[in-house]
T-cell receptor, first 113, second 115 residues
Framework: KAGVTQTPRYLIKTRGQQVTLSCSPI?????VSWYQQTPGQGLQFLFE???????NKGNFPGRFSGRQFSNSRSEMNVSTLELGDSALYLC????????????FGPGTRLTVL | DQQVKQNSPSLSVQEGRISILNCDYT??????FLWYKKYPAEGPTFLIS?????DKNEDGRFTVFLNKSAKHLSLHIVPSQPGDSAVYFC??????????????FGTGTRLTVIP
């Protein structure tokens, strides 16, 4: 099976702009979660989507949003970018069986100037 | 508030010896624990997991131990190999209690295995 793919891999934006990141989960996986990784905070949960519905949300401002399509692909959007949004954004998919593992993509490195 | 803590940011071990990575958690609702390994510029790779109904799970050179009363888990790698050098993240979820699938991660421990 192909793994989780994320596009683009690298992105440079300026403050105030908005950005959309994309994630394609492993075939058959219906749950997609997004995480932000920064040097100081480690990996922090943003939100999870399952069957096109946001099922769970972390403690991030409303500038961070997402959606999931019927084919389970997911997008994450950040509006009004701030310098502190510079991070590695990771997407993970899971089959949603009980006690399942999440499989991560390579991430999108976002730099905000 | 960091609910999962890895208090050792780094660890160096000789090749062939045992590596022990530690993790503590505060939320008693956590019922599933995982270890991930991460190389630079890559996403975390799943290593091994353990359910709260067990106290040990073994997979090849990797063994995870869970002490629920102490809210502590550890990952043992025996024997350690240079290719094990990476950042290791401990993660936990409260799936049974909340139905939520999100993982809470520690801040990672960088393991260096010296040849």
């Amino acid at each position: 099976k192909a793994g989780v793919t994320q596009t683009p891999r690298y992105l440079i934006k300026t403050r105030g702009q908005q950005v959309t990141l994309s994630c394609s989960p492993i075939s058959g996986h219906r749950s997609v979660s997004w995480y932000q990784q920064t040097p100081g905070q480690g990996l922090q949960f943003l939100f999870e989507y399952f069957s096109e519905t946001q099922r769970n949300k972390g403690n991030f401002p409303g500038r961070f949003s997402g959606r999931q399509f019927s084919n389970s692909r997911s997008e994450m959007n950040v509006s009004t970018l701030e310098l502190g949004d510079s991070a590695l954004y990771l997407c993970a998919s899971s089959s949603d069986r009980l006690n399942n593992e999440q499989f991560f993509g390579p991430g999108t490195r976002l730099t905000v100037l | 508030d960091q609910q999962v803590k890895q208090n050792s940011p780094s660890l160096s071990v000789q090749e062939g010896r045992i590596s022990i990575l530690n993790c503590d958690y505060t939320n008693s609702m956590f019922d599933y624990f995982l270890w991930y390994k991460k190389y630079p510029a890559e996403g975390p790779t799943f290593l091994i997991s353990i359910s709260s109904i067990k106290d040990k799970n073994e997979d090849g050179r990797f063994t995870v131990f869970l002490n629920k009363s102490a809210k502590h888990l550890s990952l043992h790698i025996v024997p350690s190999q240079p290719g094990d050098s990476a950042v290791y993240f401990c993660a936990a979820s409260a799936r049974m209690g909340t139905g939520a699938n999100n993982l809470f991660f520690g801040t990672g421990t960088r393991l260096t295995v010296i040849p």
